[in-house]
């Protein structure tokens, strides 16, 4: 069992990062500096099943649980009519503490705000520890379902163009596209179905997210990290919506083994890195909650 008790910001601080450090070793290996890529894969597949957490949470849920499919809190549960059965552990995360702050402007304008200051322990049961009535997977799982690739390719080019235009062209280019500040473009010869499109869009605005939206990554990254997180994106969310494609994987296992380094800087920007993955995974899905 993990244990999240701390007293002080401090001991709560070195005891998440001995957590996300364990988690990180099961994913590279330091005396090779290789990156385990079906460890990689494992990783992000639990990031896809459990995208509306963070990923802090998401690992937590993870090492403690490998095999969680869908979790909740004890009341949660009882409004399924499902209940944790006695004896099961929960499993451990982090919720976050709010405080409001009264503000007022020099023009007597209220600026009140809600400030995190703190978090503090919960806990979740996977549904494998639970009973009562059946559930519908679609409907816990509400994006794994049948669904029209084309329609969703539609609706999600139609809520990434509402922040960037989107625009396509054709070359002899081996490349399937790529980003500035003002636009994604993507090559119609190399992404010539809709899977390929949806690859490369997802790609691409990963990279116009983090290189040119103030405060969300880390456009200092080196270049070959940020391919592999504008890779492994496109994985996490066509996951998550259940999309299938072997350019999927060929894509992400591509970029993972072309990421080279010292085996220490590896280390961690491959941690600092997954958050920002998770930031671009859920303003994405905005447009299906």
Known sequence: MI????????????????????????????????IHTKEYKKMLNTMAMFHHYSWHNSMLIWLQCPEASYVAGFRKWLTMKRYVRKGEKGIAILAPMFKNLIKIGEDGTDLSEKALIGFRKVYVFDVSQTDGEELDVHEIHKYVKDRNLKDTLHNMMDHISKQVPIQFYKSTSKEGGYCSKDSININQRICNSNTKVMITLLHEYTHWVLDFQEGTG???????????????????????????????DTDMALYVNNWSGNEEDKYKLLRDSMESMSKVVRRVLEWQL
Request: hydrophobic content about 35%; proline content about 5%.
């Open 218 to 248: 880390r456009s200092d990254n080196p270049p070959d990290l940020k391919e592999m997180i504008a890779a492994s994106v496109p994985y996490i969310i066509m996951k998550t919506l259940g999309i299938k494609g072997k350019d999927l």
């Open 3 to 34: 244990d999240l008790t701390f007293t002080t910001g401090k001991d709560f601080k070195e005891k998440i990062d001995n957590i996300m450090n364990e988690q990180i070793d099961r994913v590279i290996d330091l005396s090779k500096g290789v």
